[in-house]
């Protein structure tokens, strides 16, 4: 006999989703007229029924927001504001498991990844910034500036409670108020993070939450009311959202797509590494904006490499996102299910050479088995397009210039990362390459300390750090 | 072929052969090992896991206060662990010094345990700080008193010098004493070596020199057997496989004192060099308290709770 793990499924009886959502407007939750539904991607079992946010909405929206500044949170001390996120820290902890099983549930994604990633991610953020919320004036911003005012915030699919915490606790910590939409195959945690919003006391209105798809979104991009967007998702809607605000006094940062490379020289910690590359591409089922989608790999090591990448993905365990055992989940929704399919069969046009361990999927849901792709060139449409999923294009150098000169040969510029045990080699890649982040001997990483943010079509601004904190005040003097 | 057709024997291509291999990031190799500590063994697995591990394990009294009535009962309960439930297996086998192997040898064959081999360990253990001369005639006389398994120390003072061909010298010739009598066990101490770079020479180095075994630790030093050394042995054994075709065991040993701890390893050895290892052929678990701690769990996996530790026999 071998040693099968038997299914350890993390229980469901801690979260309780309700039928139908309304939008959480001025601390109250507002029945929607029309409604869609989410799913769970790893059974297509329907969830529940969200609202679809429209005109009314989004006024409402952005008039409690307005009303909340003027009214209460302008009017606090930097200390007091602390104190709310302090809270919504501390109950995030105290609800992690109901968090991190929603998530899995609405998501798709491990439960050991919610469990032990998104959620303590998304209470350290507001731990971070709730620390920051009486120092403004020391964190090298100056003494003038102040906030934006009313911020609306979109925000995707991949991380949905995580990114949430990305754009509010900033915002909230620097004295904006919001107005988020969650995506539109995600909004569960953010409607109970307006739950964790009320049992903080925080005053009504500091956060709205109004739900729907990409109509809703473009709503708040070109509402009068917001002074601020801020917007995480694809290159493609980025640009029309920059398009949409030109020539408008609103303030902008855009966190975007990527292609990244993981370079990796023939001096590097091959086990190590190998688990790099895993854990690059594979966390999250590739959906990371920051995937280590490309490797990179130098010639002299590359069949070796390959052969031990592959039985190392031979181990990869998929399936049911709530065993604690499972290390790839579903994918998020049919259609990018459908635009992964589309990209991978791509490559096997191209003459790229597909191979996937086997793997048994269950029958129902979006599953695809994690892939690598070897004997890519710059110019296949694997190598070039995000393809959001476990998908990895491998490329070869041979000198380590040429390795750089690849990884940067892209639209993108989010994250690149560098394997080798040679500390002059990573110092010498670290500067070369055009990453907004970039990791040497490890990947996707992160925290709330590390300012995170892109090169070229990969964004403008920077989120976390106090780097993030001056996106959302103006008036910043860098003194 | 000698040396497996890829070292020669001689200093310069030991020290090639060493210094090229790939190094360890100890971050990364960290990170691996705490990720695979986070599998949840349940129900069926578990079972499976407690009578697996209970088969693997080296039940060890290594004690200056160690006689022949605390051997004696040591073996009655490697033979038969639980004696009021006779479906529980064997141990791997019975570790003891030198002079205790022919009162365990003897005794065991006494009692129905004549399949269990007895395992002594050697060449001046634990330190290994002892001439070359003494080493044979430790190792020897143990293979006389009839052990089938010979755990020998390495010269950590001789590894840590750089001095690698004089460790891999006293290894083959041990190795020529165990001939096809005993096993032979290498023990690194890894507590002492520190690096994991250093765990990874190790590993090769014996197994070049003809390790049937390579074990972390005497048990007398902390750490010892830490996941991430486990880790970085394993892919030594597996990486080895593909290069000269041998499987060579795996024996993790010293603080791996309960249930949760054995089935960690098993799933590193699962997931790391894969399951033809999880035999007790080549992987062992060097212990004392754990078997008691594998008998009340597979209790409680029967009546559905803890029963009082008077249930489990001290020895």
Not at chain 1, 254 to 283: H, M, P, Q, T
Request: charged share 20%; aromatic share 8%; hydrophobic share 40%.
């Amino acid at each position: 006999m071998t040693f099968e793990y038997a299914p350890a499924p993390e229980s469901r009886a801690s979260v309780s989703i309700k039928p139908k959502y309304g939008h959480y407007i001025g601390g109250k939750f507002v029945a929607g007229e029309k409604h869609f539904p989410t799913i769970n991607p790893a059974t297509e079992e329907v969830l529940s029924s969200i609202s679809l946010g429209g005109k009314k909405d989004v006024d409402a929206a952005v008039k409690a927001a307005k009303k909340a500044l003027d009214l209460h949170w302008s009017k606090l001390s930097g200390r007091e504001r602390g104190k709310y996120l302090f809270r919504i820290a501390r109950i995030l902890q105290e609800r992690a498991r109901e968090f991190a099983v929603l998530e899995s549930l609405d998501n798709g994604k491990p439960i050991r990844e919610s469990r032990d990633v998104d959620v303590p991610l998304a209470a350290a953020h507001f731990f971070y910034h709730a620390g920051w919320a009486d120092k403004l004036e020391f964190a090298g911003v100056g003494t003038k500036a102040k906030p934006h005012g009313v911020v609306g915030q979109i925000i995707p699919w991949n991380f949905p409670l995580l990114m949430l915490a990305w754009k509010v606790a900033p915002a909230l910590a620097t004295g904006n108020t919001v107005v988020l939409k969650p995506a539109e195959t995600t909004p569960l945690t953010a409607l109970l993070f307006a739950e964790v919003c009320e049992q903080a006391g925080l005053p009504a209105g500091v956060v709205n939450i109004v739900t729907g798809d990409g109509s809703t979104g473009a709503l708040i991009v070109n509402h009068p009311g917001i002074n601020k967007i801020a917007f995480t998702g694809s290159t493609e809607v980025g640009k029309i959202i920059a398009e949409s605000v030109a020539g408008t006094s609103k303030s902008v940062t855009l966190e975007l797509g990527g292609k990244a490379a993981n370079v990796v020289f023939e001096d590097a910690a091959i086990d190590e590494s190998v688990e790099g590359i895993v854990n690059g591409i594979f966390f999250n089922q590739g959906h990371v904006c920051c995937a280590g989608s490309r490797l990179v790999i130098q010639e002299s090591i590359s069949d070796e490499f390959i052969k031990k990448l592959q039985k190392r993905m031979e181990k990869i365990r998929v399936g049911d996102p709530l065993d604690k055992n499972t290390d790839l989940g579903a994918i998020n929704s049919r259609a990018q299910l459908e635009k992964i399919k589309e990209l991978a069969l791509a490559g096997d046009a191209e003459g790229a050479e597909r191979w996937s361990p086997e793997c048994s999927m269950p029958n129902k849901g979006f599953w695809f088995a994690p892939t690598i792709f070897t004997g890519v060139t710059q110019s296949h449409r694997i190598a070039r397009e995000e393809i959001f999923g476990p998908v990895l294009s491998v490329l070869t150098f041979r000198t380590p210039q040429e390795g750089i000169d690849k990884a940067n040969n892209t639209p993108f510029g989010l994250s690149a990362g560098i394997w080798s045990e040679k500390g002059s080699k990573i110092l010498w890649a670290s500067q070369k390459l055009k990453a907004g982040v970039i990791w040497a001997n490890t990947f996707n990483k992160f925290d709330p300390t590390s300012p995170f943010g892109g090169y070229k079509e990969s964004g403008w601004g920077r989120e976390g750090g106090r780097h993030g904190l001056a996106a959302y005040l103006k008036g910043v003097t860098h003194e | 072929m000698k040396y497996y057709g890829l070292v020669d024997g001689s200093d310069a291509s030991l020290k090639s052969f060493l210094n090229k291999l790939p190094g360890v990031d100890a971050v990364g190799a960290d990170a691996r090992a705490a990720m695979l500590a986070t599998r949840s063994i349940k129900t069926t697995s578990k079972r499976w896991a407690i009578d697996t591990a209970i088969t693997m394990v080296d039940l060890t009294t290594l004690e200056g206060a160690d006689t022949e009535g605390k051997v004696q009962a040591l073996c009655a309960k490697a033979v038969r662990p639980d004696p009021t439930d006779l479906s529980v297996p064997s141990v791997g086998a019975v570790c003891v010094y030198n002079d205790m192997v022919s009162v365990a040898r003897k005794h065991l064959d006494s009692i129905g345990g004549a399949h269990i081999p007895v395992a002594a360990v050697s060449t001046a253990f634990p330190s290994g700080r002892a001439s070359m001369k003494v080493k044979i005639q430790d190792t020897q006389d143990a293979i006389d008193a009839g052990a089938g398994e010979i755990d020998m120390v390495i010269d950590r003072g001789a590894f840590l010098s750089g001095n690698y061909i004089e460790v891999f010298n006293e290894i083959v010739a041990i190795k020529e004493i165990c001939g096809d009598k005993a096993h032979l066990k290498v023990i690194f101490e890894t507590g002492e070596l520190v690096t994991y770079d250093n765990v990874r020479k190790a590993s090769y180095l014996a197994m070049l020199a003809g390790a049937d075994f390579i074990k972390t630790s005497t048990g007398k030093i902390a750490p010892a057997a830490t996941p991430p050394v486990v880790l970085v042995m394993l892919e030594a054994v597996r990486d080895f496989y593909e290069m000269a075709g041998v499987r060579i065991g795996v024996k993790p040993a010293g603080g791996i004192r309960n249930t949760k701890d054995a089935i960690k390893q098993l799933v590193l050895v699962n997931e790391t060099a894969g399951p033809e290892w999880l035999t007790p052929s080549l992987f062992r678990i060097g212990a004392s308290a754990l078997l008691n701690d594998l008998l009340m769990q597979r209790m409680k996996m029967d009546d559905g709770y803890y029963a009082s530790p008077q249930y489990v026999t001290i020895d």
